[in-house]
Nanobody, 119 residues
C-alpha cells in the first residue's frame, strides 16, 4: 500500500519559516519524481515545486527564492523549506509522487497539511 504522509504544517506569522516533510512508503522512492502542490480556499490546486528522481528542481514563480525543495532517498522523504512566508502562501499543501512506467503514469497524492500565514 502506497502512502505519502505530510507533516510540518501549522500557523505562523508573515516572515516566518516552516519546513514540510513528506514520508513515502510502498514505492521505490528514488525512481519517483516528487512534488509539492497547494490549494487555497476557492482556488485550483497549483504546483509549488518539483524535484526529479535525478535531483533537478523547478519552482513556481511565486515561491522562487523563498522555497527550497529537497529529497533524501535514504529516508524516502521529500522536504519543502519555506522561508519569508506570506499570507498568500496560506493553503493546504500536498505531496505528489509520479513516474512514467511505459504507457502508464503512476502517481500518488498525500492527504495534505494546512499552512496558515497570518499578517
Amino acid at each position: 500500500q502506497v502512502q505519502l504522509v505530510e507533516s510540518g504544517g501549522g500557523l505562523v506569522q508573515a516572515g516566518w519559516s516552516l519546513r514540510l516533510s513528506c514520508a513515502a512508503s510502498g514505492i521505490i522512492f528514488s525512481i519517483y519524481h516528487m512534488g509539492w502542490y497547494r490549494q487555497a480556499p476557492g482556488k485550483q490546486r497549483e504546483l509549488v515545486a518539483t524535484i526529479t528522481s535525478g535531483g533537478s528542481t523547478n519552482y513556481a514563480d511565486s515561491v522562487k527564492g523563498r522555497f527550497t525543495v529537497a529529497r533524501d532517498n535514504a529516508k524516502n522523504t521529500v522536504y519543502l523549506q519555506m522561508n519569508t512566508l506570506r499570507p498568500e502562501d496560506t493553503a493546504v499543501y500536498y505531496c505528489h509522487a509520479v513516474r512514467n512506467a511505459g504507457p502508464v503514469v503512476q502517481e500518488y497524492w498525500g492527504q495534505g497539511t494546512q499552512v496558515t500565514v497570518s499578517s
